[in-house]
């Protein structure tokens, strides 16, 4: 083999190879090569410096035993049952209603989507500040007479994720709702033609006929969502910073502490790697639904 | 023909809808009191942030301010304290600036580049970089974090602005490349073969034809940047040290501190003065938001 066509089918679209390099860096440095990283140094027992000295399970084992993990992963969990759920079905409801060719479509569009702009730390503490006991929400419905009226979730632990939903679905179901609409504006409109013309009443068309032809919108819209739930951070670090007690933690937050603040290195580091764990078991479905089914068709 | 339409002499077009019918006032209804929820937030950190703290102990959150004044907002800019600093707000506001203008203008420089070379320049393996950049961008930040702080420690910047530039336009990559991609696969190949003719090789098109033909993209993917990048806590707390934290991150510490008397106006100017750059920027570009973040939703 001479190395003439070798050569030359390396320098054939050097120029793109040239281009492309920062993305081949950060896809095999950064999220291939830091993803294994932090895998393999999981397993030591680093503390304040990454040290590769094997310790097996250790760290999992003591992640999974500690108290303020299970309710890290518990809070989690609810929170994130509830997010998905509403989200998705109050932005859909919404998009529902702006899709009914109604007038100041723009201006309710504008409204809804707003908060999605405005970041977690300015949304954690607006609603802060709405659910304050003394001055907020509790205060003014206690003015209007109602002087028995209790509602302070930020500060009774059994309460604090309904303020933290409060705040995360303020924020985030304009989102769903705009791709929700943007599916909604996909549809076909002889689909609603054929239905009108078989006389089929316009909620059952949407039940049995729009949101099955909208199931792609509906998993990708998940996935999303459920992604960015699993990262949840600074919306409970600018609410409640954890509190009351542990009663509001959740797993980026006690990655964060061991890693930067314990000097419990490999603690951290076990514990995102259970986080990469749990947003595979959302994204390995999805992919394989999405793009392995149309390899093989 | 004539007959056709001569037959069909009854009333013609959609029945007409009475404003006042039920169903609309269920429709609008639903919808005022929707809006109004969203809009109470914004309305409260306003007011809030327009009254002494006096009328705040003594009144009710959602009334409007009686007198109003601006010191809440004077204070929050210039002197309002985070630990030993008392300079306010104004330096996360810079520090701020000074790490979104390179981090936009590099991740998106990187990334139309990229989209570009995706699509009309493939080479073997573009498309599992592609693919991997794509399902980089759903993997956990925190799994990361670390591997990043040594990578930059190396590069002796860990700490900096520069850093931090670095780790946004490396995380801004997968969305924009995507967004870029997208677009560029919907200019018609033969503008692209036609200036291969001519002789114009990779740079040359990518200047005087791509660039060009795409400049509502580059809006697009400015107004995903720079909210984006704007409301970042996470990798500045993590790697900027407390004189060059950015401004989300010196908002939370100035509105969570435990020290001192909680001043309710000058927490809520604080918040307002952070969120009124997404904010300007939503509600300057309208639709061209709503098409940033649908690009990001709709699958590449």
């Known amino acids: ?297 | 023909m004539a007959d056709a339409t001569a037959n069909l002499s009854g009333p013609r077009g959609p029945k007409p809808r009475k404003a006042l019918s039920r169903r609309n006032i269920i429709l609008y209804g639903i919808l005022a009191l929707v809006s109004l929820y969203y809009i109470l937030p914004l309305w409260v950190m306003v007011m809030t942030s327009l009254k002494g703290m006096p009328e705040i102990r003594m009144g009710n959150i959602f009334a409007p301010p009686v007198e109003i004044t601006f010191e809440p907002w004077v204070k929050a800019w210039s002197s309002a304290c985070t630990g030993l600093n008392c300079d306010g707000l104004s330096r996360g506001f810079w520090n701020s600036i000074q790490i979104l203008i390179p981090s936009v203008i590099l991740s998106i420089a990187i990334a139309s580049v990229n989209g570009y070379a995706l699509i009309n320049w493939k080479f073997k393996g573009s498309e599992v970089f592609f693919t991997i950049l794509i399902f980089g961008s759903f993997i956990p930040y925190q799994i990361m974090l670390y591997p990043i702080v040594i990578l930059l420690r190396e590069m002796g910047i860990y700490g900096t602005l520069w850093g931090l530039v670095l780790v946004h336009s490396v995380f801004g990559m997968p969305i924009l490349t995507l967004l870029f991609r997208n677009y560029f696969s919907s200019v018609p190949e033969e503008l692209f073969k036609a200036a291969r003719v001519d002789g114009a090789g990779f740079w040359g098109i990518y200047f005087r034809i791509m660039l060009p033909m795409s400049l509502p993209i580059f809006v697009v993917a400015v107004i995903l940047q720079v909210t984006g990048i704007w409301n970042d806590f996470l990798f500045g707390v993590v790697f900027t040290k407390p004189d060059l934290y950015p401004m989300t991150v010196q908002l939370n510490n100035i509105v969570n501190s435990v020290q001192g008397v909680k001043e309710y106006n000058v927490n809520m100017a604080a918040t307002m003065l952070t969120g009124l750059v997404p904010l300007i920027i939503y509600f300057a570009s309208g639709k061209l938001f709503v098409r940033g973040i649908a690009a990001g939703a709709v699958k590449g």
């Open chain 1, 1 to 297: 083999m001479s190395s003439k066509p070798m050569r030359k089918r390396m320098l054939r679209n050097v120029n793109a190879k040239i281009a492309a390099i920062p993305m081949i860096i950060t896809t095999l440095v950064v999220f291939v090569g830091g993803t294994i990283w932090s895998v393999v140094y999981a397993f030591t027992g680093s503390k304040l410096l990454p040290k590769l000295k094997f310790v097996g399970f250790d760290q999992f084992d003591r992640l999974w035993s500690n108290s303020r993990w299970m309710v890290s992963i518990e809070n989690l969990m609810w929170y994130g049952i509830f997010a998905l759920v509403f989200t998705i079905a109050v932005g859909f409801l919404l998009a529902v209603l702006l899709d009914q060719k109604i007038r100041f479509e723009d201006t309710f569009r504008t409204i809804l989507l707003y908060p999605f702009a405005l970041s977690f730390i300015v949304t954690g503490l607006v609603w802060q500040w709405l659910l304050n006991p003394e001055l907020g929400i509790q205060a003014v419905v206690r003015g209007m007479g109602w002087t028995s009226f209790t509602f302070d979730p930020l500060y009774t632990p059994e309460l604090v994720l309904v303020g933290l939903l409060m705040a995360g679905l303020w924020q985030g179901t304009g989102f769903v709702m705009c791709i929700m609409l943007a599916g909604l504006r996909g549809i076909d409109e002889d689909i609603w033609k054929a239905s009108r013309v078989d006389g089929i009443s316009k909620w059952k068309t949407y039940l049995f006929v729009v949101i099955p032809m909208m199931r792609p919108v509906f998993i990708t819209t998940l996935v999303i969502v459920a992604a960015g739930i699993i990262k949840l951070y600074d919306l409970v670090v600018a609410m409640t910073s954890g509190g009351p007690g542990n009663s509001s933690q959740v797993p980026a937050m006690y990655v964060y502490d061991y890693m930067f603040q314990a000097q419990n290195l490999g603690q951290g580091l076990a514990a995102s790697t259970m986080m990469l764990l749990s947003v595979l078991i959302v994204l390995i479905p999805w992919a394989y639904l999405e793009f392995g089914g149309k390899k093989r068709g």
